[in-house]
């Protein structure tokens, strides 16, 4: 079994699935070469191109059925997928969103016995009352609801709750999911074309360790707590409250914030809610957190967000939007984090080349690439379609986004482009956000929205300017100051000739180009007497034979180690004098 397979001693059932993703990855690959890569080239793109919609749709339903027979971390694949409404057909996305709601639910008896397990106690004594029918059921655990005991009622200040308990022998599970992934990336890794841009096996363990916090529902307890005290003003964004008398590992306690789906058009207008404003505010609220705090939801999907509507009460808050389901939370380093200012800021104002450096900055472009056909393309761009919103895009002549597209990938390819680290969560929001807000509001547009974002880090930006140039400013006036002093001693060397000037890396490079001109000129005699000898070899065999004899002089001289050009000065000015100065 090759290197990354699923151990020989797993059990038969972790085998079966772990081998199921294996094939069913394989095949996909296999298809997309054989219809991207190898018909074109054939000169059947049409081909391609014509049975693309139908095979994409075949594929997603496989997907589908395949995640939620197996559950666990695929599911989480295809919640992601789902949400792709920008970029992916809806043949594709429709097929896939039914994977939020479609996961079957554990037998109630499985989760009681579960519970009961951790909490330590029978569940009629934890809970004055505990729903056996789910009020939803993910991937990775499902939520019923239940109403605490008078005790912890009193110690909460509210009795309705909902309580999440894991799938029994979720682990192993993740264990099995992960082991089919490493395999996959490892593979991948011996791509040149992907092990070039993308490091797969750090992804992989990066999504790993992501996975395993997600399980852990102490570690989602506190993530809930981090979240309410930066983001939940109670007037735009809420979340609920943990029950830690009634929190372990594997079962979580919150307040009953069960509301309205964020991307329940028709409940949300039903309630007099405008989707759009919904729209609005959701990507502000999922800016603030990636542009602001670098503390984010990385799962923001429509099962994880409500929709809170508010009796009238003086304030002007008519609704919330409400978070849940904290176990995949990222974070953004603080030199990412500037990467990604400079984009907001480029995008709002349609700089080409102002979103090239944010890119450069977060590390997708290796250092020294050349990034002039890029800006290019990114300035057509927005001045095409910089403003639009997405119901506008889609008038669009097909023809016109094919010679962008092409003029993308032209310029893409030709660049040494790499995944950083600590990306994989920010892309994964980035993506759902952009999917559920075009779905509140086909109009919705993203400039408008990132406007507001860009204006404030300009203005921080403004800020940091002045404060860095004061700070240039007293370094340049602490140099100056300093001048004098080192003026005296520097002309206090020179008069007593004491003054030595080392230029090592100006000496290696003149070595190397002397040493790469002599032995070419060497290459040169020695082929010119090995021809010549050759070829009067016929009729004057003895000069040829002295020629040829002759030629390994200069194949030796071509062939011997060089000595560098200072090493040879040295030994030719012999052993250096006490209080010789050593300049030049």
């Not at 329940?264 to 959701?282: H, K, M, N, S, T």
């Not at 974070?331 to 200012?341: N, S, T």
Request: charged share 25%.
């Amino acid at each position: 079994m090759p290197p990354g397979d699923a151990p020989s001693s797993a059990p038969a059932p972790s085998r079966a699935r772990y081998n199921r993703i294996i094939r069913f990855a394989t095949g996909v690959m296999i298809q997309a070469w054989w219809f991207e890569l190898v018909l074109p080239r054939i000169g059947l793109r049409r081909v391609a191109e014509r049975t693309r919609a139908r095979r994409s749709q075949r594929i997603a339903t496989r997907f589908r059925v395949l995640a939620v027979d197996l559950g666990g971390l695929m599911i989480k694949v295809g919640q992601f997928l789902s949400a792709r409404l920008d970029v992916l057909p809806p043949e594709v996305t429709s097929e896939l969103e039914q994977l939020q709601d479609e996961v079957p639910a554990v037998p109630f008896v499985e989760i009681r016995a579960l519970a009961e397990a951790e909490l330590g106690v029978p569940l009629d004594r934890a809970y004055a009352w505990f729903d056996e029918v789910p009020v939803a059921a993910a991937s990775l655990g499902q939520a019923h609801r239940a109403r605490l005991a008078d005790g912890d009622e009193q110690i909460a200040g509210f009795a309705e709750v909902v309580v999440k308990v894991q799938r029994p022998g979720i682990d192993r599970i993740v264990e099995t999911d992960l082991a089919a992934l490493r395999t996959i990336g490892a593979r991948l890794s011996r791509i040149g074309f992907v092990a070039d841009r993308v490091d797969a096996p750090a992804l992989v363990e990066e999504f790993a360790a992501t996975s395993r916090e997600e399980i852990d529902y102490l570690h989602e307890g506190v993530n809930a707590e981090r979240f309410a005290e930066t983001f939940a003003d109670g007037a735009r964004v809420a979340a609920p409250v943990v029950v830690w008398e009634r929190t372990t590992r594997r079962v979580l306690t919150l307040s009953d914030v069960t509301a309205i789906k964020l991307n329940d058009v028709a409940a949300l207008r039903a309630a007099g809610i405008d989707p759009r404003e919904v729209a609005q505010a959701f990507a502000g609220a999922m800016f603030d957190q990636l542009f602001g705090a670098g503390f984010f939801h990385a799962d923001p999907h429509p099962g994880n967000v409500f929709v809170t509507p508010h009796a009238p009460d003086g304030s002007g808050r008519t609704w919330t939007l409400t978070f849940i389901d904290f176990g995949m939370m990222g974070q953004v380093p603080e030199g990412l984090r500037d990467g990604l200012r400079k984009i907001v800021i480029a995008v709002a104002a349609r700089d080409g080349t102002g979103l090239v450096d944010g890119i450069q900055r977060i590390g997708v472009l290796l250092p020294g690439a050349d990034t002039s056909e890029l800006e290019r393309a990114l300035t057509a761009l927005f001045a095409r379609f910089g403003g639009m919103a997405f119901g506008e895009l889609q008038n669009i002549d097909p023809r016109e986004f094919r010679t962008f597209a092409d003029d993308f990938g032209a310029a893409m390819r030709e660049l040494p482009v790499q995944l950083p680290e600590n990306f994989l969560l920010i892309t994964r929001a980035v993506s759902l956000t952009s999917g559920v807000c075009s779905a509140l509001d086909p109009a919705f547009n993203v400039w408008e929205a990132i406007d507001p974002y860009a204006q404030r880090l300009l203005r921080e930006e403004s800020r940091n300017v002045v404060t860095d140039a004061a700070k240039s400013a007293l370094g340049y006036a602490s140099t100056l100051l300093g001048l004098p002093p080192k003026l005296d001693v520097v002309a206090d060397k020179i008069d007593r000739g004491a003054l030595s000037v080392a230029t090592p890396e100006i000496d290696r490079r003149f070595d190397r180009l002397e040493a790469l001109v002599r032995r070419t000129i060497a290459a040169v005699v020695f082929a010119a007497m090995l021809v010549g000898g050759a070829l009067l070899l016929p009729a004057a065999s003895v000069v040829a034979v002295i020629l040829m004899g002759a030629s390994i002089v200069p194949l030796a001289f071509v062939l011997a180690p060089t000595r560098s050009r200072a090493l040879r000065r040295a030994r030719r000015a012999g052993p250096r004098r006490p209080g010789s100065s050593g300049g030049r």
